[in-house]
């Protein structure tokens, strides 16, 4: 079974900076690609930013310049600085990624429970 387990949210000032960290486990041949996506109370969910490798990455414009996207072989990191209170929700790590099977490398998409992020003073 694959797992997405996010970590590294909580409360903020506006103006501040939090991390975010996402771990993938289970039996997985590949992670092709990795995001971030988050929800708002009452809205709804929405892509943040995007990962294919460092050379390939994209971001929602209301995050550009504030955010930044990394990973490595089976994690992906959000770097969150000059926080707002607009930044606020709850946010899920998604990944594309291949698993085995009797036929051979399937596609599966997996999604993480959420973390929540509060930018707030």
């Known amino acids: 079974q694959v797992q997405l387990v996010e970590s590294g949210g909580g409360l903020v000032q506006p103006g501040g900076s939090l991390r975010l960290s996402c771990a993938a486990s289970?039996?997985?041949?590949?992670?092709?690609?990795m995001a971030w996506y988050r929800q708002a109370p009452g809205q709804e969910r929405e892509l943040v930013a995007h990962?294919?490798?460092?050379?390939s990455t994209n971001y929602t414009d209301s995050v550009k310049g504030r955010f930044t996207v990394s990973r490595d072989k089976w994690n992906v990191y959000l770097q969150m600085n000059s926080l707002k209170p607009e930044d606020t929700g709850v946010y899920y790590c998604?990944?594309?990624?291949?698993?085995?099977?009797?036929?051979?490398?399937?596609?599966?998409?997996?999604w993480g429970q959420g973390t929540l992020v509060t930018v707030s003073s």
């Open positions: 998604y990944a594309d990624v291949k698993i085995p099977s009797l036929t051979g490398p399937r596609d599966f998409k997996v």
């Open positions: 289970g039996i997985i041949i590949s992670i092709d690609a």
């Open positions: 990962i294919i490798s460092a050379a």
